[in-house]
């Protein structure tokens, strides 16, 4: 089994910056894949950064240029660094990882809990 335990979210005023980390642990062999989702209220889950575990990046064209996705490969963790936060941004924001657990097996999803980030304007 595999756990995602995030951490860093909160209440930022509008035009501050945040940062959310994510490690994953447990039984691990390789993750692939690390990234973040957000779902504000009424609103369906959407993408908002990943990272392959070489580094490849893609972001949400609402958060591109404000926000930045990295990666620790040795600590298994996943960061988000989020600038010039804006009310839109605010909503539960989850980490997701594809993960290995044995070298033969296929990658399977996992969530953290979610963290709660919250923009006043």
């Known amino acids: 089994q595999v756990q995602l335990v995030e951490s860093g979210g909160g209440l930022v005023q509008a035009g501050g910056s945040q940062r959310l980390s994510c490690t994953a642990s447990g039984s691990i062999f390789r993750i692939n894949v690390m990234g973040w989702y957000r779902q504000a209220p009424g609103k369906q889950r959407e993408l908002v950064a990943g990272?392959?575990?070489?580094?490849?990046?893609n972001y949400a064209a609402s958060v591109k240029g404000r926000f930045t996705i990295s990666r620790d490969n040795a600590k298994n963790t996943v960061y988000l660094q989020m600038n010039s936060l804006i009310s839109e941004d605010t909503a539960v924001y989850y980490c997701?990882?594809?993960?290995?657990?044995?070298?033969?097996?296929?990658?399977?999803?996992?969530w953290g809990q979610g963290t709660q980030v919250t923009v006043s304007s």
């Open positions: 997701h990882a594809v993960v290995v657990s044995k070298w033969y097996d296929a990658g399977k999803d996992y």
């Open positions: 990272i392959t575990s070489v580094g490849n990046t």
